[in-house]
């Protein structure tokens, strides 16, 4: 069973920047078989979807609120999938999941995943 692990959460403080970092595990499992997504939920709100990066050919796809600010990509060498935060505001603080549908392509017209990990806690302080 593919199990997802994210890592890099922590604090920053407004216009700041964190990277978060996408594994996977298990035997035989490699995010390099899959599109990825990145999504968060604050609390008391709804997941939103904010990156999605294809399979092969660096294809990626962002929702409103990261496009710009927020950027995501793979390294196949260590099998990860990182999202680059950038200009962290008040509104940013959250829980960070990747989450994978087992597809190769992102889905464009909306967010597909049904395989997620634990999450990693960003939070912006002043």
């Known amino acids: 069973q593919v199990q997802l692990v994210e890592s890099g959460g922590g604090e920053a403080q407004p216009g700041g920047s964190l990277r978060l970092s996408c594994v996977a595990s298990?035997?035989?499992?490699?995010?390099?078989?899959?599109?990825v997504t990145w999504f968060r939920q604050a609390p008391g709100k709804e997941a939103e979807g904010l990156a999605c990066?294809?399979?092969?050919?660096?294809?990626?796809f962002y929702g409103d609120s990261a496009r710009g600010r927020f950027t995501i990509s793979r390294d196949t060498a260590v099998n990860k999938v990182y999202l680059q935060l950038t200009g962290l505001t008040v509104d940013d603080p959250a829980i960070y999941y990747c989450?994978?549908?087992?597809?190769?392509?992102?889905?464009?017209?909306?967010?597909?995943?049904?395989?997620w990990g634990q999450g990693t806690q960003v939070t912006v302080i002043s």
């Open positions: 990066i294809d399979r092969e050919g660096g294809g990626t």
């Open positions: 989450a994978t549908d087992f597809g190769r392509k992102c889905d464009r017209t909306g967010w597909s995943y049904d395989t």
């Open positions: 298990g035997p035989g499992t490699s995010l390099d078989f899959y599109a």
